[in-house]
């Protein structure tokens, strides 16, 4: 699994439960309880399949493999792994849902040289979304 590079990854673990805002300089992998609000601008989030987090996200990849209400905001990629359960709206570069994930939100496929746009305010041109419930 080594590389060469060295990734820091902070592990929270399932008895865990943590209610505030979130931020970090590095990787963060969630398999206990998250409430408040998630930055991580340059690293990923992942969301373990113990995790269950209430929080909108700011990351640079999300993967989600648990629970996850809020709005999700990643830089680069969000994927919903097959027991994954999203609430929320998703404004991303690039997508991959697994077939058994469920996700009920808008999705917004943004093009590579268009910045998110704030989730407190709407975009003001018509964008391309989606639904995928299953």
């Not at 989030?45 to 999300?62: R, W, Y």
């Not at 570069?93 to 910045?115: H, Q, T």
């Amino acid at each position: 699994m080594s590389t060469g590079a060295t990734t820091q990854c902070a592990n929270i673990g399932k008895s865990v439960t943590i209610k505030g805002e979130l931020s970090g300089s590095e990787d963060i992998y969630v398999d206990g309880r998250l409430e408040g609000s998630i930055q991580l601008s340059g690293n990923d989030l992942t969301v373990g399949p113990n995790g269950h987090v209430q929080a909108n996200v700011t990351a640079k990849n999300v993967t989600v493999l648990g629970a996850l209400q809020g709005n999700i905001q990643p830089s680069e990629r969000t994927e919903l792994q097959k027991t994954a359960v999203v609430n929320g709206d998703v404004q991303t570069r690039r997508v991959a849902i697994e077939d058994g994930a469920y996700f009920k939100g808008k999705l917004e496929i943004l093009s590579e040289n268009r910045p998110p746009a704030p989730t407190s305010n709407p975009p003001p041109t018509p964008h391309l979304s989606s639904e995928h419930n299953k």
